[in-house]
């Protein structure tokens, strides 16, 4: 009697430990931004999840390139923000999302500047160190176009 005792006490705690291991950590809502060239905010996407923002910018298919030598002219500035971390500690002024990536598309052009969130990284490293230009797809400006038409309606 007390081998089974002593084996179901061992069996109740490889669930638990089992159970308690699978258990998933809340996943921070993300939320777009687009605003035009004078830093007007034109439409917002709230509540996106990870997944959602991964399939919004689709940059997996992006190729790395050089600045552009021309001086292009900006037409959307993308900001991707995340929820912060909860803490115990809160300032009266504190918002619930930090900027994490913005993402400034051209006019004419398929090229987008990619800037990781000033929130993140502000005066520890150098901008230059920060930014890198790329080929985005032509799935991501439509999106980007269709998200802009559709809150402008």
Known sequence: MKKLISLFGIVLMLFTVISGCSKTVDEKLCRIEIS????????VLENQSQADVTDFFDDAKWMETQPPADRLSTEYIVSVYQEKTK??????????????????????????????GGDIVNGIISDEFLDGYYV?????FSKVDHTVSLKAA
């Open 36 to 43: 035009d060239s004078k830093n007007n905010v034109i439409a």
């Open 136 to 140: 985005a797809s032509s799935e991501f």
């Open 87 to 116: 803490t115990v500690v809160k300032t009266a002024n504190d918002d619930e999302y930090e900027k994490i990536m913005e993402y400034e598309t051209f006019k004419d052009s398929d090229i987008v500047k990619v800037s990781i």
